[in-house]
């Protein structure tokens, strides 16, 4: 970007001088907020104080992105069918 300085007049010759800070490539904008009690205040704050890591945001981004994170999905027709069957066996057990 060639810029004239303001006060340059016709000739133009000085040019606008960038400043600021310079931007980053990978910016990080998406923020996400956590509300935590009394005792998992105490937790999180012993494992950031073990971990030794300087800045809690990245402490945070650590534990989310780089630990696995078991999902549980659940099958109505499954869970259903699982109830029956047990039903059945305990039935079956009783008039043994």
């Not at 004239?4 to 606008?16: F, L, R, T």
């Not at 999902?71 to 305990?90: A, H, R």
Request: charged letters at 30%; a positive charge; one cysteine or more.
């Amino acid at each position: 970007m060639n810029m004239k300085h303001v006060n340059a007049g016709e000739s133009g010759e000085k040019e606008k001088r960038k400043r600021g800070r310079k931007r980053e490539k990978n910016p990080q904008k998406y923020r996400y907020m956590v509300r935590l009690n009394e005792v998992e205040n105490k937790r999180f704050l012993s494992m950031y104080g073990q971990s030794g890591m300087k800045s809690m945001s990245r402490f945070m981004a650590d534990c989310v992105l780089n630990n696995p994170v078991k999902v549980v999905t659940v099958n109505k027709s499954v869970w259903d069918y699982v109830i029956l069957l047990s039903g059945f066996l305990s039935y079956s057990e009783r008039e043994w």
